[in-house]
């Protein structure tokens, strides 16, 4: 990539709307557009206080191809701190894609994914955190993760990486001074003091890091499936947690052949429910398929919903799905309490926890909102609330902040077995390089080609 060149694309999703923007990012935007563009007043766009909007029309020699809205951000107070204009047109493929067209036959190339925020990145506006935020705020599914993602944009993770380095910078500093000038009379670091700033960068990086399995959900969702035998109440669960009748509810068994999919948003955690055929032995070939597929759902799942029918005693099939579903995050319902108890809690109870085990009524709609509660309390365990905005909701973070934690340990058992200043330096380099690789400051090109990748063009 030429940062020095002209880049344009359409900013909005393909298909007919009120309004399509194409973005053009460059030192020869204002340049381009003055060919193309007229203003009703008659006036320069420069004649207007930047961010003004400007009324005018868009012209290919003496054709009127549009009426527009102009915005024209001078750099280095743009989004991608250069030169930047936007217009807004009639939304629909033929406008935005004719002056498209346009504007790339004026020397201006069309632009890679993502390469307007690389740009950010590149120019020093934003760090690669904030840069990956973006994307995070632009596929949030809940509300949740879309002020965690917002708090990133705005810098709180970028914030918390540039005060952990700066600690790491601090101790290095002092290392360096006890390696180069040890003949000289100044003071050293002691061990007991690398021991003790050491063990509070630890747990400063130990609590990031363990707020990444809640990020991860946040973010890509929890993948939930709800499973059981026949007959328990597994679509009718679905239907009531949606809202809708999804699903078809029956009483003849093996209604539900094929797995049914929906996303919904509970307290502020997306859920990917997937609702399974009823798992159990059976001849027919269809039903077969579906109870295989139901198995397979089972050991892809972040979390499993038992559905167990509270007015009969557990089968066999029973205790086959609650042993598969052990090393599961795993809710226990105990499904038609409107009916008399059959079922031993005390044997569930050998397979989940007691507090994993809810009584419910599909029918009735009774007791969902303490499986809300339960789903809720496994995804925060209590201790993400009151720091929610930094919150790691990205696997290539999460990856960084483990090796740090990693080298933080090996940099302990250095101070601990008393090794020389150099070999400790080594350590504290590398959480110094890894810290970086979630800034931005110490990452490669090419990992930059990749990340930027996952963007659409427009952004």
């Given at each position: ?105 004026k020397d201006v190339r069309l632009a890679e994914e993502g390469e307007f925020t690389k740009r950010a990145f590149l120019n020093g506006r934003i760090d690669l955190s904030q840069a990956e935020a973006v994307i995070d705020v632009i596929k949030a599914k809940t509300d949740k993760a879309q002020e965690v993602a917002q708090s990133h944009l705005s810098g709180s993770l970028a914030k918390k990486i540039k005060e952990l380095r ?294």
């Amino acid at each position: 990539m030429f940062i020095d060149d002209t880049i344009a694309a359409i900013a909005t999703a393909p298909g007919e709307g009120g309004i399509g923007i194409i973005r053009i990012s460059g030192s020869k935007s204002l340049s381009v557009v003055k060919e193309i563009f007229k203003s009703v007043s008659g006036k320069e766009i420069t004649d207007y206080n930047t961010r003004t909007l400007i009324y005018g029309h868009i012209f290919d020699g003496d054709k009127k191809i549009d009426e527009v809205l102009l915005a024209f951000m001078k750099g280095p107070n743009s989004y991608t701190a250069e030169d930047v204009i936007e217009i807004n047109c009639h939304g629909g493929f033929i406008s935005v894609k004719k002056i498209l067209e346009l504007i790339l036959s004026k020397d201006v190339r069309l632009a890679e994914e993502g390469e307007f925020t690389k740009r950010a990145f590149l120019n020093g506006r934003i760090d690669l955190s904030q840069a990956e935020a973006v994307i995070d705020v632009i596929k949030a599914k809940t509300d949740k993760a879309q002020e965690v993602a917002q708090s990133h944009l705005s810098g709180s993770l970028a914030k918390k990486i540039k005060e952990l380095r700066f600690k790491v910078t601090e101790v290095l500093a002092h290392l360096e001074v006890s390696i180069d000038f040890a003949e000289e009379d100044v003071e050293e670091i002691t061990y007991a003091m690398l021991e003790d700033n050491a063990r509070l960068l630890r747990d400063e990086i130990k609590t990031l890091y363990d707020s990444a399995e809640c990020g991860k959900v946040l973010r890509d969702g929890l993948k939930t499936v709800i499973v059981g035998k026949p007959n328990v109440g597994k679509s009718s669960l679905l239907n009531y947690i949606l809202g809708e009748n999804r699903a078809i509810v029956t009483e003849i068994a093996g209604t539900t052949r094929d797995v049914i999919e929906e996303f919904v948003n509970i307290k502020g955690i997306p859920l990917k429910i997937v609702d399974t055929a009823g798992i159990r032995k059976t001849e027919d070939i269809v039903e077969k398929i579906g109870v295989e597929k139901s198995k397979e759902s089972l050991n892809s799942a972040d979390l499993v919903i038992i559905v167990l029918d509270s007015s009969k005693e557990l089968t066999d099939e029973d205790r086959e799905i609650l042993e598969q579903a052990v090393d599961k995050k795993t809710i226990v319902l105990l499904n038609k309490t409107d009916l008399p108890q059959a079922v031993s809690e005390e044997e569930i109870s050998k397979y989940v926890d007691k507090d994993s085990i809810i009584k419910i009524s599909a029918l009735k709609n009774e007791g969902i909102e303490k499986v809300h509660d339960k789903i809720e309390s496994m995804v925060f365990k209590g201790d993400i609330k009151s720091n929610s905005s930094v919150v790691v909701t990205n696997s290539r973070h999460k990856d960084a902040l483990l090796k740090a934690y990693n080298s933080i340990n090996d940099a302990i058992v250095g101070i601990d077995q008393r090794l020389p200043y150099d070999f400790i330096e080594v350590d504290f380099k590398n959480i110094w390089d890894y810290l970086g690789y979630i800034n931005g400051d110490t990452v490669q090109e090419d990992l930059l080609d990749t990340i930027f990748a996952n963007f659409c063009i427009g952004k």
